[in-house]
């Protein structure tokens, strides 16, 4: 799971879902299963999220309270369906400053493109700077086995509010 903390994090700025202000209103997402490819540089990255729209409102507000609590800041501009988010944290001792546009096509898609930067990057690049893109689109109900606020992520099944492993 360690090795799974910095995507996650990278996951978490980047995501619709968890990019919120109290300010913010993003257009609803459609319930049931989505899949994002996340690139941030270093290749793609695959998730496949149940959401429904309870669920979608819990993770946007854990995502502010994760930025808060560790002192982060995020900043959200725009209206209708295009918005601009900055998002600033600290994950152990590396600020994170990450950087999107995103427009909301339709209740089914939704297209972000931005920036991440580390300061001081991490061992290993395991988070390098990069320009980033974040293609999310709806594809069906949510699986058996996959319950609303799970998604799976490089073949692992992640409760997306505890950030833990499913079953492990």
């Known amino acids: 799971m360690q090795r799974l903390f910095p995507t996650l994090a990278a996951l978490a700025l980047m995501s619709p879902a968890l990019a919120i202000a109290d300010d913010a209103h993003f257009p609803p997402r459609r319930p049931g299963l989505w899949e994002a ?21 819990a993770m946007m507000m854990r995502g502010f309270d994760v930025v808060k609590k560790r002192g982060g800041t995020i900043s959200i501009t725009g209206g209708g369906n295009r918005f601009q988010v900055t ?5 152990s001792g590396h600020t994170i400053t990450s950087t999107e546009d995103l427009v909301f096509v339709s209740d089914a898609v939704i297209q972000g493109r931005g920036h991440i930067q580390v300061t001081p990057p991490f061992p290993g690049g395991a988070m390098p700077n990069a320009n980033t893109t974040n293609d999310s689109k709806w594809v069906s109900a949510c699986p058996a086995g996959l319950k609303p606020g799970q998604a799976i992520v490089n073949g692992h099944t992640i409760d997306l509010m505890t950030h833990t492993e499913v079953g492990k």
């Open 37 to 57: 490819n996340v690139n941030m540089g270093a290749g793609i990255i695959k998730t496949k999220q149940c959401v429904d729209h309870a669920t979608d409102q």
């Open 87 to 91: 998002t600033v944290m600290t994950i």
